[in-house]
């Protein structure tokens, strides 16, 4: 592809091209380790860890292991997708062949997505990074460029492509045998764990009870949902954390909120009510510090999907109608129209006016208007935010007209609301 370029002009060429196509940096490094070109935007200073500056170790070592396995089979190696331990991701493709001798090509840092001041912060606190080191690693996550999950893949597949003149597909990409290898535990293995459990009858719940659990959610029924869960025996739970207790407790309890989750979607619950809840409920139990309050909480969350789904079944409605409400609660922040809705849904908008009309008893305008002031009422019980603000973020013209909206849905214009419920 590239041929009537000498070596390094041609590495050099597609570091080059990588730079300038994604805005990432780009470093070519020789076989020693060295760096021979270095492509990156001002402000991009990793800052030390442990005495080490530059790239991160994790990354170095791969390059090294890489050039001492004395692996030189004829199918190029794949580029190495790494996430460090700092969530910064790098793609990391050792040359081979002709290029060989040239060394690697480095892409990155990169971040899948924009770390918040507060994310950013936990992270470098659960790496025990001392307050007075926080801001430079906060101004470097600033400063990092996102590139999705997705865009990285292709970058990916992009410098493979150009070092090596062939074509490479996602799922090669992905497929890493050292990374579908099954874990290996040092005191136990799943069989022997099996044989014992089964001597000795320590079973695991049946899993029909399970889905009958589970089902009960889906049809949002809070009774059958406790009747079922009182038939679980504590004994039958399994053992997700050989150190600590509360924690294989944190565990189970996490896998049961994301199959509520999943349930409660299947129910026909809107998909962000679902995942919101189960961020929050899992927050919540992470925050606990005893195993009954870790119960307690996983069975209220519980029973508050099937209360939600519950709930959304009462309006019985068609998939179509439900379809625009799940969209319009997604994108209440965005401008929203008759005709957006109708190519989310695929139908004619008039028709689909009427149908939505028939079934809400809502004009679609209505409905949105509605569903913001609803939003509007949530807005104003936080701190920080005034009606001006909460006006202009949910698309209404000026704060005269938000205030006879509001006023039209409850009755009561925004500044009484907020003073009936104590809030300056």
């Not at 899948?112 to 001392?130: C, F, K, M, S, V």
């Not at 739970?237 to 896998?255: F, T």
Request: overall charge negative; hydrophobic content about 35%.
């Amino acid at each position: 592809m590239l041929d009537h370029l000498e070596d390094h002009e041609r590495i050099s060429y597609i570091c080059r091209l990588l730079y300038e196509a994604y805005r990432l940096p780009v470093v070519w490094l020789n076989t020693e380790g060295e760096t021979v070109q270095a492509l990156h935007p001002l402000g991009q200073t990793r800052p030390p860890v442990e005495g080490v500056q530059g790239l991160p170790v994790e990354i170095l070592e791969h390059i090294q292991s890489t050039a001492n396995s004395g692996n030189h089979a004829a199918a190029a190696p794949l580029p190495l997708l790494c996430t460090t331990a700092y969530l910064e991701n790098f793609v990391v493709l050792p040359l081979y062949g002709e290029l060989e001798q040239t060394g690697s090509i480095v892409i990155g840092p990169s971040l899948y997505a924009p770390l918040t001041e507060e994310n950013a912060g936990t992270l470098l606190r659960d790496h025990n990074i001392p307050p007075g080191r926080q801001e430079a690693w906060l101004q470097y996550y600033r400063n990092l460029p996102v590139l999705d999950r997705m865009r990285l893949y292709h970058a990916a597949i992009l410098l493979y492509t150009l070092a090596t003149g062939q074509a490479l597909s996602i799922s090669e990409l992905l497929h890493d045998p050292q990374l579908l290898q099954p874990a290996q535990l040092k005191d136990s293995a799943p069989d022997l764990n099996l044989s014992y459990r089964r001597e000795n009858t320590w079973l695991h719940h049946d899993p029909s009870q399970e889905r009958e659990l589970f089902r009960h959610i889906r049809s949002g029924d809070k009774n059958g949902l406790l009747q079922t869960h009182a038939g679980f025996n504590e004994d039958q739970y399994g053992l997700l954390s050989k150190k600590s207790q509360l924690r294989s407790k944190k565990n189970l309890a996490i896998s049961s909120i994301t199959l509520a989750t999943r349930a409660a979607i299947d129910g026909g619950l809107f998909w962000e009510i679902a995942y919101t809840l189960s961020d929050f409920h899992i927050q919540h139990i992470e925050e606990l510090k005893d195993i009954p309050a870790v119960d307690r909480a996983l069975l209220a969350a519980l029973c508050e999907f099937a209360d939600h789904v519950k709930d959304n079944r009462r309006s019985k409605l068609s998939r179509t109608s439900a379809l625009c409400q799940n969209f319009i609660f997604n994108h209440l922040y965005e401008e929203l129209t008759l005709s957006k809705l109708a190519g989310v849904t695929g139908l004619n908008a008039s028709y689909l006016s009427q149908l939505f009309k028939k079934e809400t008893g809502f004009a679609v305008s209505d409905y949105i208007q509605r569903e913001r002031i609803e939003e509007a009422k949530r807005l104003m019980e936080l701190p920080g935010i005034t009606l001006s603000d909460i006006a202009t973020r949910l698309h209404f013209n000026d704060q005269s007209y938000f205030t006879k909206v509001f006023k039209k849905y409850t009755g009561i214009t925004p500044k009484q609301f907020r003073h009936d419920r104590g809030i300056t």
